[in-house]
């Protein structure tokens, strides 16, 4: 999957999510973490809504070439990606709340977004994964099955929702965060 989506991506797509929470880490430095932790998760947000309510749609509605076409490109390097992305964020976030000293009494906000972030790395590296991976094989396949390519797009669309509803929570749970709860 790395030489479909070219090396020097896939090396970028895990170095710079997963180095960028470490650095920020080692930094000590609270306004650096968050800067870091709030880029990568609103990248993480708004491609997960991207894929959801733009991309998928418009992927099951392309032809089967043209749908074959764009997936060839897209899906080996967003599965590369999006992985280190979800990583660097949950370790970003839980660094950060080290670093403000939440852990020494944490709040049930800071326990629910916890919940949230781990739901969302199962879901992310369980069945969001398998699709992912179903597709790339069943691209880079002698003689791509469409209808079924289609049908685990499908199934990835709809998790992908779900991925939505639980970063909109965990957006909330954040706010509850901020203003103590």
């Known amino acids: ?81 999006m992985e280190p992305v979800s990583v660097g964020v949950v370790g970003s976030g839980i660094g950060l709340a080290s670093m403000m000293g939440l852990w020494a009494s944490p709040t049930p906000s800071l326990w629910a977004a916890l919940g949230l972030a781990i739901a969302l790395l199962v879901l992310g590296f369980g069945p969001l994964h398998s699709f992912t991976t179903g597709m790339f094989d069943e691209i880079a396949a002698e003689e791509t099955d469409h209808e079924r390519l289609a049908a685990l797009n499908k199934k990835y669309g709809m998790l992908s929702l779900v991925e939505l509803v639980l970063m909109i929570a965990i957006v909330a749970t954040m706010s509850g965060i901020r203003w103590g709860f």
């Open 1 to 81: 999957m790395a030489a479909a989506a070219t090396r020097p991506f896939a090396v970028g797509a895990v170095v710079v999510p997963l180095g960028l929470p470490v650095l920020g880490y080692l930094s000590n430095n609270i306004q650096v973490m968050f800067t870091v932790h709030l880029f990568l998760g609103a990248f993480w947000f708004g491609t997960s809504v991207l894929g959801a309510v733009v991309l998928g749609p418009v992927m099951g509605s392309l032809s089967a070439e043209a749908n074959l076409e764009f997936a060839e490109g897209f899906v080996p390097k967003m599965n590369l990606l």
